[in-house]
């Protein structure tokens, strides 16, 4: 079992930044895809970005631009860069472990972003 803490959420105002940290614990951090979703109120919860043990990244359309994930895997963590941030991007933010058959979350950390 992975387990896996967010850091780094909090309260904004539109165009500022933050940077959202995940350690997770055990030994295949470098293996997984490690990946950051959102869930904002009544919608459902969507792929951020992803990026693979090769270092492989994606990005949803919405955040293309502004979000960089990158991953150090010294310090079994990925962190996600949001920039020019908007009040859309509010939203409770997890961060995802997978490798093979294992798929853990984190409990998430909230971001709000005020107009």
């Known amino acids: 079992q992975v387990q896996l803490v967010e850091s780094g959420g909090g309260l904004v105002q539109a165009g500022g930044s933050l940077r959202l940290s995940c350690v997770a614990s055990g030994s295949i951090f470098s293996l997984a895809t490690l990946g950051w979703y959102r869930r904002a109120p009544e919608k459902q919860r969507e792929l951020v970005a992803s990026?693979?043990?090769?270092?492989?990244?994606s990005y949803a359309d919405s955040v293309q631009g502004r979000f960089t994930i990158s991953r150090d895997n010294a310090k079994n963590t990925v962190y996600l860069q949001m920039n020019n941030l908007k009040p859309e991007d509010t939203a409770v933010y997890y961060c995802?472990?997978?490798?093979?058959?294992?798929?853990?979350w984190g409990r998430g950390t909230q971001v709000t972003v005020s107009s």
């Open positions: 990026i693979t043990g090769r270092a492989v990244i």
């Open positions: 995802n472990f997978a490798y093979g058959l294992i798929h853990n």
